[in-house]
T-cell receptor, first 115, second 116 residues
Framework: NAGVTQTPKFQVLKTGQSMTLQCAQDMNHEYMSWYRQDPGMGLRLIHYSVGAGITDQGEVPNGYNVSRSTTEDFPLRLLSAAPSQTSVYFCASSRGESLIAGELFFGEGSRLTVL | AQKVTQAQTEISVVEKEDVTLDCVYETRDTTYYLFWYKQPPSGELVFLIRRNSFDEQNEISGRYSWNFQKSTSSFNFTITASQVVDSAVYFC?????????????FGQGTRLTINP
């Protein structure tokens, strides 16, 4: 049972480059989200989606784009990477459309370094 | 505003000691949920417990127990007879409505080290 799969696990970028972090889940979850984890700051929500075709911004959306063309996939795009985007990124999904009550299932994380 | 504070940045204890991780939250919602997640050294995040705002019963699961007190806005986590495998970063989280949208807010995390 794959759960939530993130790729790549590690990536090094130069400032100004663009890239996409992939996230796929096989649990038929409606809700998906992206978080970034930085030392001493816990996890902060970047973008989330309550279903295919619907996305919304979280706490720290600047510099990132998302789309949700299918229930399974929720890619995160960095448009022009900056050193401030060096972080560990987690994709998560949850049953139903409600984030409030749902247990989150997390991917293994993607460690991104921007030079 | 929604906020979760885990004042203990790092805790280190010797195996078999009991340890309590503190979590204090702020919210204006009447309906909300509180969570604890564990992040072991391997890096993944694992769900431990969910508690809704209308249920103040304490919960026990093996060596783990949780104490939810609305009067002090706290949701503390206790590990009894700690083991080395309990070493991890533990996150407390609060869900609710922020700027009209449903969101989950995490605390800064507490790094727990259990020494043999």
């Amino acid at each position: 049972n794959a759960g939530v799969t993130q790729t790549p696990k590690f990536q090094v970028l130069k400032t100004g480059q663009s890239m996409t972090l992939q996230c796929a889940q096989d649990m038929n979850h409606e809700y998906m989200s992206w978080y970034r984890q930085d030392p001493g700051m816990g996890l902060r929500l970047i973008h989330y989606s309550v279903g295919a075709g619907i996305t919304d911004q979280g706490e720290v959306p600047n510099g990132y784009n998302v789309s949700r063309s299918t229930t399974e996939d929720f890619p995160l795009r960095l448009l022009s990477a900056a050193p401030s985007q060096t972080s560990v990124y987690f994709c998560a999904s949850s049953r139903g459309e409600s984030l409030i009550a749902g247990e989150l299932f997390f991917g293994e994380g993607s460690r991104l370094t921007v030079l | 505003a929604q906020k979760v504070t885990q004042a203990q940045t790092e805790i280190s204890v010797v195996e078999k000691e009991d340890v309590t991780l503190d979590c204090v939250y702020e919210t204006r919602d009447t309906t909300y949920y509180l969570f604890w997640y564990k992040q072991p050294p391997s890096g993944e995040l694992v769900f431990l417990i969910r508690r809704n705002s209308f249920d103040e019963q304490n919960e026990i699961s093996g060596r783990y127990s949780w104490n939810f007190q609305k009067s002090t806005s706290s949701f503390n986590f206790t590990i009894t007879a700690s083991q080395v495998v309990d070493s991890a970063v533990y996150f407390c989280a609060l869900s609710g409505t922020i700027q009209g949208a449903q969101k989950l807010v995490f605390g800064q995390g507490t790094r727990l080290t259990i020494n043999p």
